[in-house]
């Protein structure tokens, strides 16, 4: 079986400051996906990383696929409040009929 | 409005009642899925679907039936509602190979 796990659970910070969150797996995925989930909503997708020492950009988002294709991180830079939210990452599973979702890392910015 | 689209948002039902959560999904993508998601658990996969009249367990299909007769519409019953089902549900579908576009959510309460 498949599982992505993700660190850390909990983040707050105030704002201006970096992060850096982490999804692992001890499988290898052929892609990784970050979602950011809103309290009430769903899941919207931010990225999706398909080769192994991807890095890809997404304004103050940084995301990079591990080598392996077993881990990834997001890296945010000058955080804001409006950046609070779930983060998930997920990828497909061997069949490539589902996703595997990691727990999530819920952070909080503080003004 | 293109999309996929839940009802309703919210739901209290009884225990033993039986409650159908709807799913509506315009871009006539193949694959859809339900979710529930709990704290402490993220995403967890009921039932997913790879196209009309082809759908199958996922990790936690217990208590629950779906059907697929369109491509577009994917319910999700539960035959006897019992308070473990109380969650937030959550449905998607998949556009190419790797992005999943979910659904505001229904928060069901049984109890």
């Known amino acids: 079986t498949q599982l992505l796990e993700q660190s850390p659970q909990f983040l707050s910070i105030q704002e201006g400051e970096n992060l850096t969150v982490y999804c692992n797996s001890s499988?290898?995925?052929?892609?990784l996906q970050w979602y950011r989930q809103e309290p009430g909503e769903g899941p919207v997708l931010l990225v999706t990383?398909?080769?192994?020492?991807e890095v890809k950009k997404l304004k103050r988002l940084t995301f990079q696929f591990g080598d392996a294709r077993k881990d990834s991180s997001l890296h945010i830079t000058a955080a804001q409040p409006g950046d609070t939210g779930l983060y998930l990452c997920?990828?497909?599973?061997?069949?490539?009929?589902?996703?595997?979702f990691g727990p999530g890392t819920r952070l909080s910015v503080l003004p | 409005d293109a999309g996929i689209t839940q009802s309703p948002r919210y739901k209290i039902t009884e225990t033993g009642r039986q409650v159908t959560l709807m799913c509506h999904q315009t871009?006539?993508?193949?694959?859809m899925f339900w979710y529930r998601q709990d704290l402490g658990h993220g995403l967890r996969l009921i039932y997913y679907?790879?196209?009309?009249?082809?759908?199958d367990k996922g990790e936690v299909p217990d208590g629950y039936v779906v059907s697929r007769s369109k491509t577009e519409n994917f319910p999700l019953t539960l035959e006897s509602a019992t308070r473990s089902q109380t969650s937030v549900y959550f449905c998607?579908?998949?556009?190419?190979?790797?992005?999943?576009?979910f659904g505001q959510g229904t928060r069901l309460t049984v109890v």
């Open positions: 997920a990828g497909p599973d061997n069949y490539g009929q589902n996703f595997v």
């Open positions: 499988s290898v995925f052929s892609s």
């Open positions: 990383v398909v080769t192994g020492g």
């Open positions: 871009w006539s993508h193949s694959y």
């Open positions: 679907s790879a196209a009309a009249d082809i759908t």
């Open positions: 998607a579908s998949l556009g190419g190979t790797t992005e999943a576009f």
